[in-house]
């Protein structure tokens, strides 16, 4: 590929795999390069009941949710939404996950359902040098994308990929007692035989260079002699 240079990337569209959904449910494409402040702040605005974020300012980028667009300040707010989806392709995974966990624990009670899918990529490459007789190509890629519906209504629970709202509270606890407990405590006794361990060491090596010296001079004197 090295007299090939990449001319354009076009993404195939996917379709939602979530059927039955309402035609207003909202759809947050997340990007590689989106930032995850303008998504939290559009979704929280469709999500919350009473959202800071939508207090705060109305500007959205246009590609960050879809049907945001900068210079909403003015416009009426937006009615409320049971449900969101936020889906994303490559790199941009992990942020979409992000920005569920986050609506999460800010709307409580919510509903999970996460689809692993591929999407498709066509990459066309040009020949660096038009006269070489290289012919263009094609190539198709596969990515992993993921699609995660949050809910305020109850879903099927026997759907493969199905979370059921919980509180994480205790996780905290027991991580910041296992910290507490374990963590400085163990460490003391070893600071304290490292410092013990190393007089000894050094008084005994001062002891030892002392017997060599006088060695050596023994056994000089007795070669003078």
């Known amino acids: 590929m090295e007299n090939y240079s990449k001319a354009r990337t076009v993404e195939q569209p996917s379709v939602c795999p979530f059927p039955g959904l309402d035609p207003d449910t909202p759809e947050v494409r997340v990007r590689d390069g989106s930032k995850i402040r303008n998504l939290l702040r559009y979704a929280l605005s469709r999500m919350e009941t009473k959202s800071r974020a939508a207090e705060e300012t109305g500007r959205l980028a246009p590609e960050e949710g879809g049907v ?41 009670g919510l509903h999970q359902l996460t689809r692993l899918l591929y999407s498709t990529v066509v990459e066309v490459w040009e020949p660096l040098e038009p006269t070489a007789g290289l012919d263009s190509l094609t ?11 949050l809910s305020r209504e109850p879903l099927d629970c026997g759907q493969p ?65």
């Open 68 to 108: 945001a667009v900068e210079g909403q300040q003015e416009a009426p707010v937006q009615p409320l939404c049971k449900q969101i989806i936020f889906t994303a392709s490559g790199k941009g995974v992990s942020k979409a996950i992000t920005c569920a966990e986050i609506v999460k624990r800010r709307v409580k």
């Open 139 to 149: 190539v198709n890629r596969k990515l992993p994308a993921v699609w995660i519906l």
């Open 161 to 225: 990929g199905y979370q059921a709202p919980g509180r994480y509270d205790a996780l905290w606890v027991q991580s910041a007692n296992r910290d507490e407990g374990g963590g400085i405590p163990a460490q003391r006794p070893g600071h304290r035989r490292k410092r013990g361990g190393g007089g000894g060491e050094g008084s005994g090596g001062g002891r030892g260079r002392g017997k060599g010296l006088g060695r050596k001079t023994g056994r000089s004197r007795d070669a003078a002699k």
